[in-house]
């Protein structure tokens, strides 16, 4: 038998191998607030982050009130980060001025909320490649379904999990890893 057949027949490619092979690190990506000064996602190590891609005009924008529960009852382990998307059905048309107004007035929102970007397709940013991509995370692909998609990243920078936009921020399914 061919030797390099052999080897190559049992090569085996680990999720320890994958996450080891990782492209980026989460802390590496650059991203700015909605202010356009740079944000530091290493400032956040030793905290989880919790990213959601957010809108002003979707069925789900209620959700914000929960986001800023979540964001004050964990402030000590947790980070809520939110990241205005217009690819679901143009519900965030707004410029930087007027999301940030939106969000302050009806919701109270005091966490950190970023640029709008792209989180799917051609022109989809860094931040939402890394965090739908196993090759990327180490982890696990997603597809991002629509507004209020919800990923967790452990205190060291590692992909714990992801939601659906039906589940809401204070879901147990999102506290228990909070606990």
């Known amino acids: 038998m061919n030797p ?4 190559v027949g049992t090569l085996k490619v680990s999720d320890r191998d994958i996450k080891q092979n990782a492209l980026q690190p989460l802390y590496a990506i650059r ?8 944000v530091d996602l290493s400032d956040f190590k030793g905290k989880k982050i919790l990213f959601v891609n957010v809108a002003s005009k979707c ?5 914000y009130r929960e986001l800023q529960e979540l964001a004050d009852n964990y402030k000590d382990q947790l980070v809520v980060i939110g990241v205005p998307c217009n690819q679901f059905g143009a519900q965030e048309p707004g410029t930087a001025e007027d999301i940030e107004e939106f969000c302050q007035v ?6 950190l909320i970023t640029e709008k970007i792209n989180v799917k397709g051609d022109h989809q940013h860094p931040l939402y490649e890394w965090l739908t991509s196993k ?14 998609q919800k990923y967790l990243i452990d205190e060291q920078g ?3 999990d ?4 039906i589940t809401k921020p204070t879901n147990s399914r999102i506290t228990k890893y909070l606990k």
């Open 158 to 160: 590692e992909f714990l």
């Open 4 to 7: 390099m057949k052999a080897f």
């Open 106 to 111: 009806n919701y109270g929102v005091s966490f």
């Open 59 to 63: 069925g789900f924008t209620p959700q």
């Open 162 to 165: 992801y939601f659906y936009s």
């Open 31 to 38: 991203i700015n607030s909605l202010q356009g000064k740079p």
């Open 135 to 148: 090759r990327l995370n180490g982890k696990q692909n997603s597809v991002v379904k629509w507004n209020f």
